[in-house]
């Protein structure tokens, strides 16, 4: 389980080769958490297919048969980003709720990943300053982590016009992406100081 946490740390949907591998070999398992890490990764299959209805299936059936914590709430943390993207924002708002009220009981192995889902719905539904506010600074402050903080606070620097140093923060954050080799947060943090240069600085983005 470690290691399959391991590539969707670091890669995210480009981790699609190493979950196709997973699944093949989970399919002659039946015990209930083989078979609950099973529908874990087809729902993530299925959600970067933007089949979200099924995936939201996947995920709520892993986390009625997981007897492991950790796969539990990676899962409902899954269900909680699928709820935010179909608009079911009470459900999700439901979701969110219980993960950070029950943070501390989230298995060390996975709470990087979890931490990762909450802040990111945090940061789509409150400022940064709000958001930041309500977690240690030590969750958030510490690689690869700093990247949401880096990446949020520079978004909301320039938004309130103060462009020179939101951008610092979002150049760090490329920075940050680029040393832990985390192919998503290159991917993301490099469009988004692209998408900011394009107008104070055309011809570097």
Request: some cysteine; glycine content about 2%.
């Amino acid at each position: 389980m470690s290691d399959i946490l391991t590539i969707l740390e670091k890669q995210g949907s480009f981790a699609l080769p190493y979950v196709n591998m997973f699944l093949e070999e989970l399919k002659a398992k039946k015990d209930s958490n083989s078979l609950a890490l099973f529908y874990f990764l087809r729902g993530l299959k299925r959600r970067w297919n933007l089949e979200r209805k099924k995936a939201m299936a996947d995920f709520e059936r892993s986390i009625d048969l997981a007897k492991s914590k950790t796969i539990k709430y990676i899962a409902m943390a899954e269900l909680m980003n699928i709820h935010r993207a179909m608009k079911h924002y009470q459900r999700a708002k439901k979701i969110y709720d219980f993960l950070r009220k029950n943070y501390e009981n989230v298995p060390e192995k996975a709470r990087k990943l979890v931490f990762s889902f909450l802040i990111n719905f945090c940061l789509r539904t409150e400022s940064a300053e709000n958001c930041f506010g309500k977690f240690r600074s030590s969750l958030y402050l510490t690689d690869p982590l700093s990247i949401y903080y880096h990446t949020a606070l520079g978004r909301q620097l320039i938004s309130r016009g103060d462009t020179r140093d939101g951008l610092k923060h979002i150049l760090m954050a490329c920075k940050i992406a680029r040393r832990e080799k985390r192919i998503h947060s290159i991917i993301f943090s490099y469009n988004l100081l692209a998408w900011y240069l394009k107008n104070y600085h055309p011809l570097i983005s």
